[in-house]
């Protein structure tokens, strides 16, 4: 199975964006769905975008709709996700995630994680 690792995290000024990247080892990234999720402070880890394996339909929790922008490349074991026009509450800790069964919202659904990376968002 594929191993995750993401990047691009930090600190950034409402309003501002950010660029978060996961890189995936292993040929079978392709049959992979792809998501990202977040935790935090206190709270449960929550949905955050998600994509399909081949032609890349894309969903996202109505909390980010119109300002993230999740996206894969299959030739460079890579996903993506933009996040623009950022805001406090956007402030948890990233994590990329592969699904090879189905295009879930859980996290249970999701069977390989990332380690995570922070993003802080000040006001």
């Known amino acids: 199975q594929v191993q995750l690792v993401e990047s691009g995290g930090g600190l950034v000024q409402a309003g501002g964006s950010l660029r978060l990247s996961c890189a995936a080892s292993?040929?079978?990234?392709?049959?992979?769905?792809m998501g990202w999720f977040r935790r935090a402070p206190g709270k449960e880890r929550e949905f955050v975008a998600g994509?399909?394996?081949?032609?890349?339909?894309?969903y996202y929790a109505d909390s980010v709709k119109g300002r993230f922008t999740i996206s894969r490349d299959n030739a460079k074991f890579m996903v993506y996700l933009q996040m623009n026009s950022l805001k406090p509450e956007d402030t948890a800790v990233y994590y990329c995630?592969?699904?090879?069964?189905?295009?879930?919202?859980?996290?249970?659904?999701?069977?390989?994680w990332g380690q995570g990376t922070q993003v802080t968002v000040s006001s």
């Open positions: 292993g040929r079978t990234f392709s049959s992979y769905y």
């Open positions: 995630a592969a699904a090879i069964a189905t295009m879930g919202l859980r996290p249970d659904e999701y069977d390989v």
């Open positions: 994509i399909s394996r081949g032609v890349g339909r894309t």
